[in-house]
């Protein structure tokens, strides 16, 4: 599993692209992103592939897309994130985690 930390901006939109570098692609699977305050924690954000809105799959990789709408609530801190893979033969992996720093932007309020 590839460790990777993002940054994201409250109230913005924003997208993550991965690449899942040992398959020959990602036809036929589901992937699902999730950010929490920790490792144990609830998802507060959660994202699936069966929706090209939230994550679109071409080739090896995979973009999850954020929306205002999923982070406007969030305070600025360090959450975890960690996304799954589903093969088109129903085996289930991590394949990318890490930290997500959220942070206030100026129009925000935060600065």
């Not at 993002?6 to 692609?25: I, N, R």
């Not at 994130?81 to 100026?106: K, M, N, Q, S």
Request: hydrophobic residues 35%; proline residues 4%.
């Amino acid at each position: 599993m590839e460790r990777v930390n993002l940054v994201m901006e409250v109230d913005a939109h924003k997208q993550y692209e991965f690449e899942v570098t040992d398959v020959d692609g990602l036809l036929g699977a589901t992937v699902k992103w999730k950010m929490a305050k920790s490792v144990k924690g609830s998802p507060l954000i959660e994202k699936i592939s069966d929706d090209v809105t939230e994550i679109e799959i071409s080739g090896k990789k995979f973009t999850v897309y954020i929306n205002p709408s999923d982070n406007v609530e969030l305070a600025p801190r360090r959450y975890y994130h960690e996304a799954r893979v589903t093969d088109a033969d129903g085996f289930t992996r991590p394949v990318v985690c890490g930290e997500v720093i959220v942070v206030d932007t100026l129009t925000t309020g935060g600065g």
